[in-house]
């Protein structure tokens, strides 16, 4: 569930803090006190683009953070999956903006907007003033089926994907083969070009490397001789300044005394040995000179071979493995070609029994649909006569299409008759403002029950209802709220009473500056609060009654609906 919301420096806010509680939670406050400031801030924390003035004016920055609380496995495992490891059954996101930029973090790492969306995709379901309008596009309403039958649904869901990417890809290919004999030719003699082309110059594995490290030494012979001649003739007994020379003459000296005393003999006996060491390494200095005695034509010939690869490599990849690949891909299309109407032939027995996979597939999951649709349907249909549609009538059509698409055959649109007598018409040509918004809330309770999203947040769900029909919309989020944690903004008495925890959002000028606050009411303070949304600006001892009638009502359903 959403535990805290803490928003600073962010349009009239200048910093506020809020703790969530389980069941219902309730906003309410005047018009133009910021309650849609308190859900756009959320919004804003998991990616949602808002203009730089949104920062509070003075201030260098707006920093929003939400703090989840996780405490089912589906849910730990979902965001393990996403890399995402709660602390201590914690989730943190935030984001930093300031007028040049924004950072987005989840735990404190730095990530993408696209990994918060998809985070908070598993913690929170927002529904917006406006999101109901998305009922009326059929592509939505198809979404909405497939979320409730997800349970079978997402799995041929993905196999038709798949089925339709390889049908697609099959008649790509055979598209690919279609052209005249001149055409053929032409490919012909450039794939037969290319091939020569590499096969001429018979790479070998790794020689590229060799000849690299090979160049290097030619390019750099004529120093490295240099140097070995100058530590040759060093440590040399050619020249009478040569290390080999003055040992050689040091020992000379010694052996002549040695005989005299013990600790010269061990000396003497020393430098036998260090003159052994320096003739050897004298001997074996010899040999690498001899070794890179500098040789125009190999220098040239080196040169031109890596030139070749080079050239290679700029035309068919960047390694000689990527090249070998290429070639065998090259002899694989030219074989085709030589054999086109056998290729062409192939592909589409290939393309047809890609396209038979497809239509078992689409098949199978239009079944699905058209079954899961009959138990949606009366599910909306008692749903929806608890929020006061009386006489309602709800279809769901699966029309099938003549051809295919990645979410299947066909399409789906939801029909809906709200009044006796009245025929069963497209969504989008019927509902009004306020019976979107009470289908909305059907399909949203309708749709909690079917996933492990713990927190649903409504923006003024109530918009356009009133009495009665007030009275079963606050009921049913009660009953939403027994499964989930619910946040929902209203101007509604009725729902605002049935509030588990009641905040108060109010925008006062303090120091010549306007700040919103929240605040969380107690008892009497709800009531009040009440009172205000019931009477407006006189507020009476009737209408004080009525908000504490309304209260005490409200108690009695919930204790009522807990023992049922």
Known sequence: MLASLHVKNLALIDEIEVDFTRGLNILTGETGAGKSLLLGSVNLALGKKMPREIIREGASYALVELIFQVDTPQTLQALEELDIYPEEGQVVISRRITEGRSSSRINGETCTAARVKAAASLLLDIHGQHEHQSLLYPENQMGILDAYGKVQIASVLEEAEKAYDSYQKKKRELQGCQMDEEQRRREMDFLSFEIDEIREADLQPGEDEELESQYRLLLNSQKIQESLR?????????????????????????????????????????????????????????????????????????????????????????????????????????????????????????????????????????????????????????????????????????????????????????????????????????????????????????????????????????????????????????????????????????????????????????????????????????????????????ITENTMESAQEMKELARIHKNASVKT
Do not use: W
């Open 230 to 538: 100058e530590a040759h003739q060093a440590t040399g007994y050619e020249s009478g300044d040569g290390a080999g020379e003055q040992v050689g003459r040091a020992l000379r000296e010694l052996s002549r005394v040695s005989e005299l005393d013990g600790k010269l003999s061990e000396l003497a006996a020393l430098l036998s040995d260090v003159d052994s060491l320096l003739n050897d390494f004298n001997r074996e200095l010899s040999g690498c000179m001899a070794d890179f005695t500098f040789s125009e034509e190999n220098f040239y010939q080196t040169e031109q071979r890596l030139d070749l690869i080079n050239r290679l490599k700029a035309k068919y990849g960047n390694s000689i493995e990527e090249i070998k690949a290429y070639e065998k891909a090259q002899e694989k299309k030219l074989e085709q070609l030589q054999n086109l109407e056998e290729h062409r032939e192939e592909l589409e027995r290939e393309a047809e029994e890609a396209k038979a996979k497809l239509k078992k597939i689409c098949d199978k999951l239009r079944q699905l649909r058209i079954s899961y649709g009959e138990r949606m349907e009366k599910e909306i249909v008692q749903s929806l006569r608890e929020l006061n549609f009386l006489d309602v009538r709800f279809k769901i059509q699966v029309r099938e299409l003549d051809h295919f698409t990645r979410k299947g055959s066909e399409e789906v649109e939801f029909f809906i008759s709200t009044n006796p007598g009245e025929p069963l018409r497209p969504l989008a040509k019927v509902a009004s403002g306020g019976e979107l918004s009470r289908i909305m809330l059907a399909i949203k309770a309708m749709l909690a029950d079917k996933d492990e999203i713990e927190t649903l947040i409504f923006d003024e769900i109530d918009t356009g209802i009133s009495g009665r029909t007030a009275q079963r919309v606050s009921e049913k989020m009660v009953q939403i709220g027994r499964s989930r944690q619910v946040i929902c903004i209203t101007h509604l008495a009725q729902i605002a009473a049935m509030a588990d925890t009641h905040f108060l959002i109010e925008k006062n000028v303090e120091k010549g500056e306007t700040k919103t606050r929240i605040y969380s009411l107690k008892e009497e303070e709800s009531v009040a609060e009440l009172a205000r949304i019931l009477g407006g600006a006189r």
